[in-house]
């Protein structure tokens, strides 16, 4: 095993110990801490989020603004790394009763169809309790999960995603246990807000052209399933998961019709992004392979995209 390997695995194994001992208010202070520390002290990829946050806001926000709304992201993710190792014991100490749900009336009607649902998250906020909320409202939901370059982490990492109760779903290994999940009317998790490479489709994405995921769109124009834009909120110390209107699909998984799926749920992201801005990863080179334009940003999405 690598050096960085054996580190990295180290830190997980520490982090899963401690997260059973400590209490959850105070892990997830630490991890703002952390989080803080990385922005101010380290500046742990701080060009690239604020960089991310001038192409998608440009002049909406001044400088000022968007250095606050950086500072909040890297707390907000600190919080949620260190939750992240705390969920077993969160979950044994009832803590799930702090989360609050708005828009259960469109879980409700995307079970209603009767095909399954596809939980579009993203990298924002706590995503890993997200699914565990959903979970506790009794559907079954299974996590459609890429490999990570640690094999050690990675398989840390998915078995506490088992001892949650959830199945994991590797894309590696094809598709066949994910239809079969919808075929049963559960729920796959899915995640298409990172950058998609050069396999990905051109929609817009804060007015720009943006290498996006299709899979989602692509699976649920092939089985029915509906996408669930899913997202959870931190409110001082509760939560609120928000489940948004339910994107029905319609006809057959053409290259127009995912295209069209894909930019649907990415302009539902979009308007959360923009309510809760620290909420989401900026961290991420998401425009690394966009098409630029002529001042060399990415370029700027169709008026009718």
Not at 31 to 47: D, K
Not at 283 to 298: C, E, F, N, Q, S
Request: aromatic content about 10%; some cysteine.
């Amino acid at each position: 095993m690598r050096p960085k390997h054996r580190i990295e695995a180290a830190l997980v194994s520490a982090g899963l110990r401690l997260g059973g001992i400590f209490p959850w208010n105070w892990i997830s202070a630490q991890g703002a801490a952390l989080g803080r520390f990385a922005f101010h002290v380290l500046r742990v990829r701080r060009r690239v989020v604020m960089e991310n946050l001038a192409i998608a806001f440009g002049d909406e926000l001044d400088e000022a603004a968007r250095r606050r709304v950086a500072a909040n992201c890297y707390a907000q993710f600190g919080r949620s790394y260190l939750e992240y190792f705390a969920l077993p014991a969160f979950r044994r100490r009832r803590v799930l009763e702090r989360v609050d749900f708005t828009g259960l009336e469109h879980l409700e009607a995307a079970r209603a169809r009767g095909r399954g649902i596809l939980f579009v998250a993203a990298h924002f906020g706590n995503w890993e309790l997200a699914a565990l909320a959903t979970q506790s409202l009794g559907v079954p939901v299974h996590l459609l999960v890429g490999d990570l370059a640690n094999p050690s982490v990675d398989a840390a990492m998915n078995d506490l995603r088992r001892r949650l109760g959830f199945s994991i779903e590797h894309r590696s290994m094809g598709l066949r246990a994910v239809l079969r999940a919808l075929r049963a009317g559960h729920g796959v998790g899915v995640q298409g807000d990172q950058e998609a490479r050069w396999h990905g489709i051109l929609v817009p994405f804060f007015g720009r052209d943006t290498l996006t995921h299709p899979g989602a769109a692509y699976l649920s124009l092939r089985t029915g399933a509906a996408l669930l834009p899913s997202f959870l909120l931190r409110e001082g110390k509760r939560f609120r998961l928000v489940y948004k209107e339910p994107i029905i699909p319609e006809g057959e998984p053409t290259d127009e019709n995912v295209r069209a799926l894909t930019a649907a749920h990415t302009r539902v992201l979009e308007g959360m992004i923009r309510e809760h801005p620290e909420h989401w990863f900026w961290l991420h080179r998401r425009w690394k392979r966009a098409p630029r334009g002529p001042d060399g940003l990415p370029r700027r999405a169709a008026a009718d995209a």
